[in-house]
């Protein structure tokens, strides 16, 4: 007998899945993320260098830690972005006062213009991405996209 418990007997519904909520969003962000890593390598920088950044845009100095924690990564993840972001002169390593065994990153005046391109290139994308879309409608996913990011926890 080859049927799951519980399922009905009949042949699934093969739109079923493609037009969950689920499966859309999931399937739009593999696109857009790939489109938005195209747009910024030649910068020399991935999606999640772009996100320390924009972490450490708020002016403050943040430690590997927070920054870890607001993005939602291991701490050696953020090493590893530091690292790279210092060799471009984007980011610099700072001492905490409070405590000389850590680090606080922040941004160089490169680093603030990198964010600064990385973004104008990610409202170019979005431009091409929502051409489809009413003023209304742009604005409308731009709403649901916010609440959904704040309901994950997400900044």
Avoid: Y
């Amino acid at each position: 007998m080859n049927d799951v418990k519980g399922s009905p007997s009949q042949e699934p519904d093969p739109e079923a899945l493609t037009g969950t909520l689920t499966f859309r969003l999931g399937t739009v962000g593999t696109l857009v993320g790939a489109r938005f890593t195209a747009a910024v390598e030649d910068l020399g920088v991935k999606p999640k260098h772009v996100g320390l950044l924009s972490v450490l845009s708020s002016g403050a100095p943040a430690s590997q830690q927070d920054a870890a924690r607001t993005m939602g990564v291991v701490p050696s993840l953020v090493v590893t972005l530091a690292d790279q972001l210092e060799g471009l002169g984007a980011i610099e390593r700072v001492r905490d006062p409070d405590d000389r065994r850590r680090h606080r990153l922040g941004l160089t005046k490169e680093g603030r213009a990198l964010l600064a391109e990385c973004t104008a290139r990610a409202r170019a994308l979005d431009a091409e991405l929502t051409a489809g879309l009413s003023a209304t409608e742009r604005d409308a996913l731009a709403h649901a996209m916010g609440v959904l990011a704040r309901e994950a926890g997400l900044p």
